[in-house]
């Protein structure tokens, strides 16, 4: 459905209705805008029960921790004045029929789009203590899901397709936390997404949905690998679906040319996972999520420097020396991005029974370029490995002449183009 300009006024009404009423499920507040002072990343309200009685439960996250407090309907007016106040750019109401996603731009404008859902059976709160709700959930019906064979006509996981299922929401809510951290949907303009390695186009097609049709954020995608047969089957795909705003290439990574905000890469295999941190750096994405696969490059020719009995026996069995060249190399990628200006953080993108791939490095846009300790802590790794890692080479000459004149006295300095 079309998105409504609101006034401040109406906003308040629409929001305090649709929390006071029995209908209401869940409202998400996110992304405080610039210059509006905030001491909180996220807000959450759900209704629960406590000891049969029904309350409001407002969760407080700063980015560290998450505050609960509980409110009788009747006391929600004042705090729920106070998120208000502090605008939002993005604000999620669920209902028991409806999904109310209301967007305030960086000049103030408050935009609010409604989409109708199956009703629900229960009008009942959930209780205290409940399954954690999904981006995608399961049992409703998805036409996009649906479309992909994840799901059947009425909203259930196919039993072959769980893993993938799973790993799709799991991105979904990595993608979401980060979110919450820029300002990216407050831009008054889409949001340009790069795909690297698209394969089958599963997240593709799952994050344009999710921002567009469930965050209310405007987003076009452009998704790239270099198998001509799934770029076809994609690009047919989109046509049957008549998604608007996502785009395929067959070609490398290396080769794309479009600047995007998010750069996403879901098992990219190898060397690949390098082109596509380079790629973002150089279109100076906002945020990155890559979840890196099967590191060979730096296994083939790890030679640690550092010979010591402990050294040995890790490079004397192969699954040992391959964990650890898997370990080194999204280590040297972290410290690569935080070196370019990029907050960092390495974390499980899975359980690993869904994927034996489950790291993903998180980058936000926004630290310290050219930081010491990163150049440091990078360097140190390169000595004890005795080579450049491949990322450093993607990076190409800016990266490269950070490290000469952070460390322009040292020898021991290996460049690529001294590489043996």
Same mark, same amino acid.
């Not at 070609?251 to 098992?267: S, T, W």
């Given at each position: ?17 649709? +929390? ?25 309200? &759900? ?46 109401? /669920? ?127 452009? %998704? ?9 089957? /994609? ?5 049957? @679906?008549?998604?608007? %705003? ?16 998010? +750069?996403?890469? @879901? ?18 994405? &906002? ?14 020719? @790890? ?29 040297? &990628? ?12 390495? +974390? ?23 930081? %010491? ?12 490995? %005795?080579?450049?890692? +491949? ?13 000469? @004149? ?12 001294? &590489?043996?």
């Amino acid at each position: 459905m079309k998105s409504v300009q609101l006034q401040a006024d109406s906003l308040r009404t629409l929001a305090l209705e649709a +929390v006071s009423g029995r209908d209401f499920r869940k409202a998400t507040f996110s992304g405080a805008q610039r210059g509006t002072p905030s001491p909180w990343i996220r807000v959450s309200l &759900r209704p629960i029960k406590i000891r049969g009685e029904r309350v409001l439960q407002f969760s407080y996250f700063d980015g560290r921790k998450t505050f609960t407090k509980n409110y009788q309907p009747a006391e929600s007016a004042e705090p729920l004045a106070e998120l208000l106040e502090i605008r939002f750019a993005t604000i999620h109401i /669920s209902l028991r029929d409806e999904e109310v996603d209301i967007r305030t731009t960086k000049k103030g404008k408050i935009f609010a789009r409604r989409n109708s859902l199956q009703a629900s059976e229960s009008n009942d709160p959930q209780p205290h203590n409940r399954v954690k709700d999904l981006p995608l959930p399961e049992g409703q019906a998805n036409a996009l899901l649906e479309a992909m064979g994840i799901v059947t006509s009425a909203g259930n996981v196919r039993p072959t397709m769980r893993a993938k299922y799973t790993q799709i929401n799991e991105f979904l809510k990595h993608l979401k936390h980060v979110l919450d951290e820029t300002d990216i949907a407050s831009l008054d303009r889409p949001v340009e997404i790069l795909d690297c390695g698209c394969g089958a186009s599963y997240l593709t097609l799952a994050v344009h949905y999710y921002l567009n049709e469930r965050l209310a954020i405007q987003a076009r995608i452009l %998704g790239v690998d270099v198998n001509e047969e799934v770029i076809r089957k /994609s690009t047919t795909r989109v046509e049957h @679906l008549g998604s608007a %705003g996502i785009r395929f290439q067959c070609g490398p990574i290396a080769a794309v040319e479009d600047k995007a905000d998010i +750069v996403i890469a @879901l098992h990219a295999c190898d060397t690949a996972t390098d082109d596509a941190l380079a790629r973002a750096v150089r279109s100076e994405a &906002r945020l990155i999520l890559s979840v890196p696969c099967c590191h060979h490059a730096l296994n083939r020719d @790890l030679r640690a420097r550092d010979q010591s009995t402990m050294i040995r026996s890790l490079l004397r069995h192969g699954i040992l020396r391959e964990r650890m060249a898997d370990l080194l190399t999204d280590a040297f &990628r972290a410290e690569a991005l935080r070196i370019m200006g990029y907050k960092v953080d390495v +974390v499980e993108f899975v359980s690993p029974e869904h994927t034996a791939r489950n790291l993903m490095i998180r980058a936000v846009k926004g630290g310290n370029r050219g930081d %010491g300790a990163a150049v440091r802590s990078y360097l140190e790794m390169r000595r004890f490995c %005795g080579k450049a890692p +491949v990322i450093e080479t993607a990076l190409g000459e800016e990266f490269q002449q950070i490290l000469r @004149l952070a460390h322009a006295d040292e020898a021991s300095v290996i460049l690529p183009s001294e &590489r043996p």
